[in-house]
């Protein structure tokens, strides 16, 4: 899809000149590629849920890519949002806070309480803004990828055997799920207004979506399954580049899983259809698994966000 054809041209030209583009240090993709990316990324969120903001302020123009996230509401039973991205045609405050007045008013229309922003943390100007919209910070990402012929995964001894998801895996690995994500910090278990039952309930159906739509593979020593990992195809850029990228890994195991995490990691450089690319995202706070990719994977570090909510209504 080219950026000279757009849907929306005013959209296009702004995601063009986009300074934060998630894709600028992706590995294998070239120049107008990583712009072709984030298009075709918006134009996804868009088919779900999604709309596009304008705004006009002082004779420039930004704008809001926001949606309703019906399939998390349900985990959490309160109506629940995101701004996927926010565009300006100047990196000027007074702008991007004209952008979040217009997102929030969208949201509140709506009837959304709960919304998630994910923002580049060299974005400084969107971050300050959020702050002052009273956005509070929950965690920040680190996004690492590893690439086929350009890095190369560590051998490790094999002490489970890893193979496909089968479905009499599946009790199995749901105990796994509460064991490993019952204290697990990441940005549900952050935020002081979701039900942390609720973040259990949607890593489950987490690993349902990984059996229906993606791929899922556990590993398993004397009958006993101990840990899984899953991960799904990245539409936008297989599509961009005919070439086999997977992405969304999760990955978790047992009491008894000592070592199958490190043996999973080191599977993805091997896994079905050898990727060409595999992007992993894990919390800052998370070093069990970032040194695990660092030492297994070798990765190039692509990409770091701040992840902020808002809940409307919070007295």
Not at 55 to 78: C, E, M, T, Y
Not at 165 to 188: C, G, M, S, T, W
Request: with cysteine; charged share 25%; aromatic share 14%.
């Amino acid at each position: 899809m080219s950026l000279k054809s757009p849907k929306d041209i005013e959209l296009k030209e702004l995601i063009y000149h986009y300074p934060f583009n998630p894709y600028r240090s992706y590995l294998l993709l070239k120049k107008e590629q990583k712009k072709q990316a984030l298009y075709l990324k918006i134009m996804s969120f868009l088919e779900k849920e999604g709309e596009v903001l304008k705004v006009s302020h002082q004779g420039k123009k930004g704008l809001a890519i926001v949606r309703k996230l019906p399939w998390d509401s349900n985990f959490f039973n309160v109506p629940m949002g995101a701004i996927e991205a926010i565009f300006s045609e100047k990196n000027e405050e007074s702008l991007i806070s004209a952008i979040f007045d217009k997102a929030l008013s969208w949201f509140k229309e709506k009837g959304i309480k709960h919304i998630t922003f994910k923002v580049d943390t060299t974005d400084t100007k969107a971050i300050l803004t959020s702050q002052k919209k009273s956005f509070y910070l929950v965690d920040t990402l680190c996004t690492y990828l590893y690439a086929k012929n350009y890095t190369e995964a560590k051998p490790i001894k094999q002490f489970f055997e890893l193979r496909p998801f089968q479905p009499k895996d599946l009790e199995a690995i749901l105990k796994i799920v509460e064991y490993a994500f019952k204290e697990h910090r990441n940005r549900f278990m952050n935020d002081p207004y979701l039900s942390k039952t609720g973040m259990l309930e949607l890593y489950k159906a987490w690993i349902k979506n990984f059996i229906k739509e993606g791929y899922l593979i556990v590993a398993e020593r004397k009958g006993n399954i101990a840990g899984f990992l899953g991960y799904f195809r990245l539409p936008e850029l297989c599509n961009l580049t005919g070439k086999l990228h997977v992405g969304h890994v999760l990955t978790a195991v047992g009491p008894k899983g000592k070592g199958a995490h490190a043996q999973l990691i080191a599977y993805l450089g091997d896994a079905p259809f050898y990727p060409d690319t595999v992007e992993g995202t894990a919390s800052i706070s998370n070093t069990i698994a970032q040194n695990i990719w660092i030492k297994i994977l070798r990765p190039r570090i692509i990409r770091t966000q701040y992840v902020f909510h808002y809940f409307f209504d919070k007295g």
